[in-house]
């Protein structure tokens, strides 16, 4: 016994021991890398001395971070004393030998310097930039110039024109000579740039443009590249009768250059400018050449061949600049829309925008793709010119265009299929049978790819369809794909979206029988399927549909058999089940609902005395403490905001069932009147063969059949209790054309106590269209996308 402890204690000794060894180790490199007593005496300084002396000393004779630290501090001391700052510390020439990192610091101070308010003394300013415009022509041109040349021009907004006219403008007419080296030249072409926007045209023109002209005619191509790019703030700056003189013939003469970077700053430059012109900028002669160039430079590197844009076979460099010209093209075709008129598309651009469309790299139908829905902005009542290209992009080959078209997907398919040639919804069912088969082959292919983030956007941008396409189209082309994503897909996230979308389309679907098929299917295949992943995802469909419907709709559809689930065999089943409880207790509504409140306590009761699976019953027993808390601790205005919210939601679904059977009465309507006018005919008949038979006696009013309508004072409210009331209702109600009248006049909102009755079968449709307007505009897609009015 004392000889295993006695072992013990050694052991840790000795464990000790060679940590303290460690400690030892670590330490030695620190104390090699500590200062000698020398070097200690070296960075130190008088501390009798104020902060001017203390940099003046440091720059003459400390150490390189002692210098870098007086740099970066020198914005502190001008603030502090400007005049001794200026006389002692800025002029000590200590830059011509500095290195990289003190002349960044010293730029960046220098900006400070002349960005701040306090410096308004002329000859500090000059001495400033006269050590700014010297340190342009550092040796180091990639690092240390640049950073200086940044200085400079960031300065040049701070400064007031008569210091830039003096120290700037002066010494770049020098600096602007053949005799400088390139990188001066360079520098010129910037500065002129920048300071063109801070004096008046005249100036500019007067004192500029000579040294322009001069640096676009450069021996250097990078000199005028540099310059012609500078050209649009030259424009800018003398305005646009001045930029048609002077700025558009050196535009045109760069755009003929020898050097293929002057063309292409040329074009750009070029292109940065048509905002500035109206449409009478151009000749028409200049106007067709230039949207000519465009069109040319769309097909650049393609050949045309029975109408389709092939590749040519070049080098694989010269192949991905061709590439990249016309990838720039397609992301610049909104703006030649503009350019060449909207109303001219299908004659000037149509074919320019189609071979984009299908052209052979993905970049470019890619960019296409992105852009589409400003084209589709752009041109209008005209959108069904590009109802084929649409549809060639949702079948592209490629995902990424997929992809890509996704992002605007909502926006470009509602302004499709809302315009077309003509008004009316029949230019809508041209385009809209061409788009589903390729709405449905996109999802397809998406699903088919490993790309599942993809599908996933795909599966969220459809739960627009309810605006763009009639409730029988959605049933019977994309419900049931819904189903088969959620049933068998592996990706959980498009399993949940496919729910989301499921849910969107079931909220907005406005036949009753397709309603209840919808729901029955849900329940089915998931509540009640075999599969407890289907049971789980039922779940996840109760939490969207909380989100979608209002309180007693999911009470009255979802709830109960989310709660069956408490007695499911699988324990991840009920685990989710015993997490989701809270929100379903808040669905229900007292006192109205206290039997489900009921059914869900009684639930409660059974996980905690029956479950014996530990992580269900501790979420359990936490479920309990927070199903008690719920009418407790949440705030009044919190559960009244949220009760506006369902009330809102209630009464949208209200008038969905409404605008259902108000289209069924008036489908049914047309039938029993059409009986009614017959009826009514041959009563006139009748009674017209009886007055003239019999000595030509009048016809009693009360053997005329009249249409009465009848007030009522039931409300919409109680005749809305229950579906199934209401269509009962309905059915009885039509039995007769007096009560359809009475029943079409209260839905419509129209009580007008009207007595009087005779209203013929328009008067009927107009009333209903009213209806129809009125009950459209009540329903709100704040939440979620609204519903087609088809």
Not at 198 to 225: A, G, H, M, N, T
Request: with cysteine; proline share 4%; charged share 25%.
């Amino acid at each position: 016994m004392f000889l295993s402890k006695m072992t013990f204690n050694q052991s840790s000794l000795f464990g000790q021991t060679d940590d303290l060894q460690d400690l030892t180790i670590i330490e030695r490199p620190i104390r090699r890398s500590l200062k000698t007593a020398e070097e200690i005496e070296k960075l130190t300084v008088d501390e009798d001395l104020n902060d001017i002396e203390r940099a003046v000393y440091l720059l003459s004779s400390g150490q390189d971070v002692q210098r870098a630290s007086v740099v970066v501090n020198l914005p502190n001391l001008v603030r502090q004393n400007p005049a001794e700052t200026f006389r002692r510390v800025v002029p000590k020439e200590v830059l011509h030998v500095a290195g990289v990192e003190m002349q960044l610091a010293a730029a960046g101070s220098f900006l400070t310097i002349l960005q701040d308010d306090i410096i308004l003394i002329q000859t500090h300013t000059h001495s400033i930039l006269q050590i700014v415009l010297l340190n342009l022509d550092h040796r180091d041109t990639a690092v240390v110039s640049n950073s200086w040349l940044e200085t400079l021009l960031s300065a040049i907004d701070a400064l007031p024109k008569e210091t830039i006219r003096q120290e700037i403008l002066n010494p770049l007419v020098s600096k602007a000579q053949l005799s400088q080296s390139v990188q001066a030249r360079l520098a010129s072409c910037r500065i002129l740039g920048k300071v063109a926007g801070k004096f008046e045209s005249q100036i500019v023109k007067k004192d500029l443009l000579p040294l322009v002209r001069s640096l676009c005619q450069d021996v250097e191509y990078e000199v005028r590249s540099c310059m012609c790019r500078q050209l649009e703030n030259i424009a800018r700056g003398i305005g646009v009768e001045h930029t048609k003189a002077v700025v558009l013939p050196e535009l045109v003469e760069l755009a003929r250059d020898e050097g293929s970077t002057v063309r292409l700053a040329a074009f750009d430059t070029i292109v940065n400018l048509l905002e500035m012109f109206d449409n009478g900028s151009f000749t028409e002669e200049q106007h067709l050449w230039f949207l000519e160039f465009y069109k040319k430079l769309c097909i650049l590197g393609l050949h045309l061949e029975n109408g389709h844009c092939e590749s040519q076979v070049y080098p694989l460099e010269l192949e991905r600049k061709y590439e990249l010209v016309r990838k720039n093209c397609a992301y610049n075709f909104p703006a030649m829309v503009l350019f060449a008129d909207p109303k001219c598309f299908l004659s000037e651009l149509y074919p320019t925008f189609s071979s984009l469309c299908n052209d052979p790299e993905i970049s470019v139908r890619r960019t296409v793709a992105a852009g589409f829905h400003e084209v589709v902005k752009l041109l209008g009542p005209n959108v069904h010119y590009i109802h084929k290209e649409l549809v060639a992009l949702l079948q592209d080959d490629s995902l990424e265009v997929l992809d890509s078209l996704m992002n605007t997907l909502q926006e470009t398919l509602e302004l499709a299929t809302s315009r077309g040639e003509g008004a009316g919804s029949e230019s809508k069912q041209v385009s809209v049978p061409e788009l589903i088969p390729a709405l449905a082959a996109a999802e397809q292919k998406a699903a088919a790819s490993l790309r599942w983030r993809v599908h996933e956007k795909l599966l969220q941008r459809y739960s627009c369809l309810p605006r763009i396409i009639s409730g029988d189209q959605i049933y019977f082309r994309f419900l049931q794909r819904m189903f088969t994503i959620i049933t068998t897909n592996n990706v959980l996230p498009v399993q949940r979206e496919a729910a989301r979308t499921l849910c969107v389309f079931l909220r907005y679907n406005r036949k009753l029988e397709q309603r209840q098929e919808i729901i029955s299917k849900v329940l089915d295949q998931l509540a009640q399927g075999r599969s407890y992943w289907n049971r789980l995802r039922y779940l996840d469909l109760c939490e969207i549909a909380m989100e979608l419907f209002s309180k007693s709709y999911f009470c009255k559809h979802f709830l109960l058999p989310a709660l069956e689930l408490a007695s499911d065999p699988v324990a991840n089943v009920r685990y989710k089940l015993c997490c989701l409880l809270p929100r379903l207790k808040s669905t229900i509504r007292l006192p109205t609902e206290k039997p489900i409140l009921q059914q869900l306590e009684f639930c409660v009761r059974r996980l905690l005395c029956r479950e014996k699976d530990k992580d269900v019953l501790v979420t359990i027993r936490k479920t309990v403490l927070e199903l008690d808390k719920i009418d407790s601790t949440e705030p009044y205005h919190k559960r009244h905001e949220r009760d506006l919210l369902d009330q809102k939601k209630e009464k949208e679904e209200n008038l969905l069932l409404e605008m259902e059977q108000l289209e069924r009465q008036q489908s049914d309507g047309k039938l029993t009147i059409d009986k009614h006018a017959d009826k009514k005919h041959d009563t006139l008949r009748s009674h017209h063969f009886s007055a003239t038979s019999t000595s030509m006696s009048p016809t009693p009013s009360t053997s005329m059949p009249v249409l009465i309508r009848s007030n009522t004072t039931n409300t919409l409210d109680h005749r809305s209790n229950t579906l199934d009331h209401r269509s009962n209702t309905l059915d009885h109600r039509s039995n007769t054309l007096d009560h359809r009248s009475n029943t079409l006049d209260h839905r419509s909102n129209t009580l007008d106590h009207r007595s009087n009755g005779g209203k013929d079968t328009q008067s009927r449709k107009l009333t209903m269209e009213g209806v129809m307007r009125k009950t459209r505009g009540s329903l709100s897609w704040e939440e979620e996308p609204h519903m087609s009015s088809r």
